[in-house]
Structures are given as C-alpha cells and as structure tokens.
C-alpha cells in the first residue's frame, strides 16, 4: 500500500543538541517530498520541499532534509535544536498521477527540554 | 497579504446538528482541500476541489459535505451522519503542478457536546 511513515511518535531532545526525524515513503514512483511543522493550535508551516537535484535540501530556521532514493527515506535534520523548535512536524508527499494531493505521515511531536 | 481564513477557530455542535466551517482563500489558487486531524493520525484528506463547480471525494468523505460555487470559498458541512466530528479541520489551497506550494489555514477546532 502506498503510504508515509514517520516510525517515531515522539521525541524528546534537550536545547541545543542535534535532531533527526525520520520519514519513509513507499510508492511506486518517486513522489515530491515535504516538511511541515504545526505549532498547537495553528496551521502547517512548510520547512523545506524536494523536487529533483541535489539531495540536501535547506529550508528555513535551520533545517535541512537529506532525501536517499535507495532508502526511501527523506529525514529532516537539525544540528542545534531551539527552545521554539518543539512542535509536531509532519512528512508529507504529492504524487502527480495521484491529482498532486498532499498525503501525510502520522506525525512525530518533539519536545524540547532545558 | 494573501492566505487562507478559516472561521470560526472554535465551533461547538451539539448531536444531530449539521454545521459549516467556512474556508477563504485571496491566493488565486485554483484548488482547495479540506483535512481532518486527529491526535496521532496526521491528517486526512476529506474532500478537494480542483476548479468550481467540482469536487472529489478523499480518504473519509462519510458523513461531510462541500460546495465550490466560487474560486475563493470551500465551505466544509458536518452533517450529523459523521459519528465523530470532534476534531481539528484544516484547510488549504494550492497551485497543482506549480511548485506543489500547499498554504494552510489555521484552522477549525469542531467539538461535539
């Protein structure tokens, strides 16, 4: 079944340590790959996105995301996690022959501790 | 600024009543999506509309109901055939095949008392 997987519910990192979350995808064909992070309450802010190209993808306030095709894997990175960073953060991918819909992981909830 | 609004942030409904969550873009985006969130189940997809006057059913259309008579609304109907409404409805719009940019709104917390 084609579907996005994010193996970790959550994770708990102390401010200043490094972060990787985990995402993996099985589909037929390689889909477009997202990064979004939702604050309590609030919508979805995109971090980052891969198309084509380079495989380390940068995206804003800090994060990158490395995208392995032989692992189906598309894992967001962070060297030095903020205080502000603690959020849920959501993996998602669009496939063109699925109408360009956004499908979702579960999604992993990080908490940052002092 | 351009971006999504959805009204109101918080909606109570009490059993049996059907209720409409309002979605407005001013993006130009020609579809709009409607998404269920439940706590450990990321989001799903209820129903999209790709132009007006036209819309598909997603992943857990049961029980909901849209309308698309303009570009810039996509209003979401609970109806009280959904057994379970109490959850956060999240709205977007996008482009499809131009930077596959989604903006969401910030969303819809529906509780059923």
């Known amino acids: 079944a084609q579907s996005v997987t994010q193996p970790d519910i959550h994770i708990t990192v102390s401010e200043g340590a490094s972060l990787e979350l985990r995402c993996n995808y099985s589909y037929g064909a390689t889909p477009y790959l997202f990064w979004y992070v939702q604050s309590p309450g609030q919508g979805l802010q995109l971090l980052l996105k891969y198309f084509s190209g380079d495989t380390l993808v940068q995206g804003i306030k800090g994060f990158e995301a490395e995208f392995k095709r032989s692992q189906s894997s598309f894992n967001l990175r962070k060297p030095s996690v903020h205080w502000s960073d603690a959020a849920e953060y959501f993996c998602a991918v669009v496939l063109r022959s699925n109408d360009y819909k956004l499908s979702f992981g579960a999604g992993t909830t990080v908490t940052v501790r002092a | 600024d351009g971006g999504i609004t959805q009204s109101p942030k918080y909606l109570f409904r009490k059993e049996g009543q059907n209720v409409t969550l309002s979605c407005e873009q001013n993006?130009?985006?020609?579809?709009m999506y409607w998404y269920r969130q439940d706590p450990g189940q990321g989001l799903r997809l209820i129903y999209y509309?790709?132009?007006?006057?036209?819309?598909q059913k997603g992943d857990i259309a049961e029980g909901y109901s849209v309308s698309r008579e303009k570009k810039e609304s996509f209003p979401l109907t609970v109806t009280s055939a959904q057994k379970n409404p109490t959850a956060f409805y999240l709205c977007?719009?996008?482009?499809?095949?131009?930077?596959?940019?989604?903006?969401f709104g910030s969303g819809t917390r529906l509780t059923v008392v």
């Open positions: 993006l130009n985006h020609d579809a």
């Open positions: 509309s790709q132009i007006v006057n036209d819309f």
């Open positions: 977007a719009s996008s482009n499809p095949g131009q930077n596959y940019g989604y903006t």
